[in-house]
């Protein structure tokens, strides 16, 4: 008798130990919305559920991910962020301007966290950088576009005509080119724009450059930078040189850029999502931007259409694409 109470005195105090440990592992699970596929997006994908990871909260232990991806559509993206807004995730991460204006169009009651957002109050996102208010905030990837197009001159001293690629139906495109083009009318450049609405068309746009600009400029626009190889094919055949305005399109062969890490990007967002987590409010927290900038040099490609790069730049480059 005696052994059989303790028996199920011993097995009551197991079950109260495995009951207590389960219902204090607290689960979050985070809605994804990424408009588009391609490397800058992942990366700072990435470096949120990392900075996450390095918080406490972990994928497949006490973090579920809804990982949705728009595949650049707009409607796909709205249709994302309805979901999110019926399944209510404690958190929605929209990374690119689109995914970022379809969650604020229709999720209210949820955090959301914007990142890979050019300008998110023109984007009608937030109402301050500073004091964001409501349910959002987040990072954005504003790029020093008139830097940019400073280090594209230093390769080029003689550039006349700089032609850009980008979506007009893109609000972080738009403003970058509006920034570009105040600043090639200071360096005396003329723009040539090659404007697309879908990926299919970038070919096209391209091709309609080809003998009227001396290099091509691609801004953070996600149909164009996801569309990389095409732009890249089409204006070396050609002997137009490329510059970029982030770091991985530099590794896909693009000639240079001073950009953003969107991998650090992501971390700084996971930072401030492990904080909303942990209950502080987004309306209270400020809109952040790149903690710095560096400088990335594709040689190889450089050399392909036989562009010479100024000893300084190499120099001082912090990443240099060899191969």
């Not at 949120?48 to 595949?71: H, P, R, S, T, Y």
């Not at 709205?78 to 604020?104: E, G, H, M, Y």
């Not at 209270?284 to 790149?290: H, L, N, R, W």
């Amino acid at each position: 008798m005696k052994k059989s109470l303790l028996t199920v005195l011993s097995l009551s105090i197991i079950f109260l130990f495995v009951l207590t440990n389960f219902a204090g592992a607290q689960k979050y699970e985070i809605g994804i919305s990424q408009f588009v596929e391609h490397p800058s997006l992942n990366l700072a994908r990435k470096g949120f559920v990392d900075q996450l990871a390095e918080e406490g909260f972990v994928e497949g232990k006490n973090l579920k991910i809804d990982l949705q991806n728009a595949q650049a559509s707009f409607s796909t993206a709205q249709t994302i962020a309805q979901k999110f807004n019926q399944n209510k995730p404690d958190l929605v991460l929209a990374i690119a301007t689109p995914s970022a204006q379809t969650a604020a169009n229709v999720i209210s009651e949820i955090p959301v966290l914007i990142t890979a957002v050019t300008d998110p109050v023109k984007a009608g996102v937030v109402n301050t950088m500073e004091r964001p208010g409501g349910n959002i905030t987040g990072t954005t990837d504003m790029n020093p576009v008139a830097k940019q197009l400073e280090l594209i001159k230093k390769f080029l001293p003689d550039l006349n005509t700089l032609g850009i690629l980008y979506n007009p139906g893109e609000v972080n495109s738009v403003v970058q080119v509006d920034l570009a083009k105040k600043k090639a009318e200071e360096m005396g450049v003329a723009i040539e724009e090659g404007t697309v609405s879908n990926s299919s068309e970038v070919s096209l746009a391209v091709s309609s450059l080809v003998g009227d600009v001396d290099a091509i400029y691609i801004p953070t626009d996600n149909i164009i930078v996801s569309a990389m190889p095409t732009v890249l094919q089409t204006a070396y055949n050609n002997q137009i040189p490329v510059f970029a305005s982030e770091n991985n399109s530099v590794k896909l062969g693009a000639i240079a850029t001073l950009g953003i890490d969107y991998y650090q990007l992501g971390r700084q967002t996971g930072s401030m999502a492990a904080k909303i987590l942990n209950g502080a409010d987004p309306a209270t927290m400020s809109v952040k931007s790149s903690e710095e900038l560096k400088l990335y040099i594709n040689q190889k490609s450089a050399a392909k259409i036989g562009l010479k790069i100024p000893a300084e730049l190499l120099k001082t480059a912090d990443t240099i694409f060899k191969k």
